[in-house]
């Protein structure tokens, strides 16, 4: 190999290297944002629950991820299903029940309620009848923020109460009448007892995933392109003297 070819190669490794110390880098980044989402998450989760009637005018940044007390009446009527979910490596939909608080704080604008996930074996129909509860729900919630925005249809034309995406105008449209600028993920037993029955969501961990050791791994492997190429490198020089 030419001496022109041995440098090429040392390019290629420190430019290999680099996208990988580049990635480590990224994942870092990744691990300081997840710790300080489950700062504000259990900081949040540990105050006091909220009223329903508290939520009103809120920011909901402010908001996000706080403890409420629900009590009001599910209209089971114009529930939509968010499809293609999975719980536990079986599909199925999470449901979303419109609340209407029985303190009358909220007037004609209902709450959506992500009461809970249900199998379904295309991911997006079940009998909503036989998922129902009480109509009248008692439950601890967390507030969510709705997600931003993303490009591309909602709804499923194939069913006209399933969404792929929680757009609040699209699911406005579904239920039929004004909603509330936040949703309520249910709180309680997570484990699925009966496939038609609801269980409820898992609340984000607080774990801080594989960040870090995707961190050291992407390192490992810039480690490896240097080292290799100067061993590399050497070798050919040895054999040329």
Known sequence: MTRGKVWLFGVVAV??????????????????????????????????????????????????????????????????VHATRSQGGSPGVHLLTPLTPLDGSWGDTAILLVRGYVYSPDARTIDHVKAREADTLTLDALVLSYPPVRPGRATLPSNERAVRLLDHDSLTRIVGRPLAPFLLLALGDTLVRDVTRPARIPPPSLGEGPHQSYAFQWFGFATVFLVGFVAFARGRRGKSQ
């Open 15 to 80: 430019a290999a290297a680099a996208v990988c110390v580049r990635l480590g880098i990224w994942q870092l980044d990744r691990l300081t944002e997840r710790r300080v989402q489950n700062r504000v998450v259990g900081d949040r989760g540990a105050m006091a629950p909220l009223s329903l009637a508290a939520l009103q005018g809120q920011d909901t940044v402010v908001t996000h991820w706080r403890r409420v007390h629900v009590h009001a009446v599910a209209d089971y009527a114009n529930e939509a």
